[in-house]
Structures are given as structure tokens and as C-alpha cells.
């Protein structure tokens, strides 16, 4: 089976755009979790979904958003890009009943 | 609030040599406990996890780690080391129903021949 696959694997914006990142978790997993990741620090918590609704939030501005959709797929959304948003966004994935997290490969966004 | 602490930033070691990587944490509840690895531009790997029961957890790649409830701490060891082990090594704390995972600063181990 498929592992947690995200899109697109590297990405350079330019300060002030905006960016869209793409998730698809575990077949058969509802629960989709972002994380950051800036360079030479621990993963840190942005957004949880399960079954479609927003279930915790971590300490982002509101220039973070994300959403999922009925296949259980999710997309975060980064408004106003600065360049401290350039880091490793890493998407991981939950079964039900579970609780550990399997992650994705993460996309490598860069904001010059 | 829950907290993970990682005291080595960086461990060298020999390979064939013994590893142990160490993690304090702070949380108000029965922790459930995770180590990942992470190699340079990858994601995550689950390593080993510890919910309840048996304080030594064994895991993929030869890695356990014991839960000592006392300490507050989750150590993970391999009693010998291969030159693949090279990596960034995370320890992360979580909640019972929650999803909300936190994370240590890491450790970087580095093999030496």
C-alpha cells in the first residue's frame, strides 16, 4: 500500500504570494495532521482534520488555513507568504483507533 | 502543557558501538511516547511508540526504548550501531485522544568508520 504521498515535492515563492499544499493520506485513514518544520528544529504542530472538520489548531497566524476534502485528501493554504515560512511542511496521517502518525516526505517551500 | 526535551543536540559514535539517545518530557496525563527518525530531506519514520504496559518497548532497526515514569523520560537505545543509523533522531509526546503531536529539537547522530 501506498504510504502518506505529498505535492509538490520542492517549491520557491516569492515574498507576499500565496502557496497551496497538497496531502493524500493512508488509504483508509480519515485523520490528516500538517506540521512545520524549519531547518534544525523539531516538527511543529499546525492543523489537525478528521472526517472533514478542523479538530486542533496549533499557533499559526491566520495566514495559515487548510481543509479536506470527501476523499480524505487535504490542502494547506499559506497566504502572504514571509520568508520565515520557508521550511518543511510535513503532512502525516492516523488510522482509527490508532494513535501513532505516519508521515509524508514533506514539500520544501521556499520564500525569497 | 506538554514539552519534550532532547539534551544532546549532537551524539558521535563508532559504528558497531553502542547509542543511547535521550528524551525528558512534561506532560499532565499518561503520555503516549514516539521516537522518529529523519533522514537529511526526508520525512519522518516511526521508529517505536510506547502507550501502557511493558516500560521496554522494542522497534524496527534494531532500536527499544524504555519508559521510566519516575524520570519522565523515554531513552532510546541500539546496542550497536550500523553506519545507516545516520540521522536525525526525534522524540514526540502525544495525547490520548488528541492528534496534536510535540516534538523535541531532535538529535543528530553521526557514525564515525
Known amino acids: 500500500d501506498a504510504g502518506v504521498t505529498q505535492s509538490p515535492t520542492h517549491l520557491i515563492k516569492t515574498r507576499g504570494q500565496h502557496v497551496t499544499l497538497r496531502c493524500s493520506p493512508i488509504s483508509g485513514h480519515k485523520s490528516v495532521s500538517w506540521y512545520q518544520q524549519v531547518l534544525g528544529q523539531g516538527p511543529q504542530f499546525i492543523f489537525q482534520?478528521?472526517?472533514?472538520?478542523?479538530?486542533g489548531r496549533g499557533n499559526f497566524p491566520d495566514r495559515f488555513s487548510a481543509r479536506q476534502f470527501p476523499n480524505y485528501s487535504s490542502e494547506l493554504n499559506v497566504n502572504a507568504l514571509l520568508l520565515g515560512d520557508s521550511a518543511l511542511y510535513l503532512c502525516?496521517?492516523?488510522?482509527?483507533?490508532?494513535?501513532?502518525?505516519?508521515f509524508g516526505p514533506g514539500t520544501r517551500l521556499t520564500v525569497t | 502543557a506538554q514539552s519534550v526535551t532532547q539534551p544532546d543536540i549532537h551524539i558521535t559514535v563508532s559504528e558497531g558501538a553502542s547509542l543511547e539517545l535521550r528524551c525528558n518530557y512534561s506532560y499532565g496525563a499518561t503520555p503516549y511516547l514516539f521516537w522518529y527518525v529523519q533522514s537529511p530531506g526526508q520525512g519522518l519514520q516511526l521508529l517505536l511508540k510506547?502507550?501502557?504496559?511493558?516500560?521496554l518497548v522494542q522497534g524496527i532497526k534494531g532500536f527499544e526504548a524504555e519508559f521510566k515514569r519516575s524520570q519522565s523520560s523515554f531513552n532510546l537505545r541500539k546496542p550497536s550501531v550500523h553506519w545507516s543509523d545516520a540521522a536525525e533522531y526525534f522524540c514526540a509526546v502525544g495525547k490520548a485522544a488528541g492528534n496534536k503531536l510535540t516534538f523535541g529539537g531532535g538529535t543528530r547522530v553521526l557514525v564515525k568508520p
Open positions: 482534520y478528521y472526517e472533514k472538520e478542523e479538530r
Open positions: 502525516a496521517s492516523r488510522g482509527r483507533g490508532e494513535y501513532e502518525q505516519y
Open positions: 510506547y502507550f501502557s504496559g511493558d516500560t
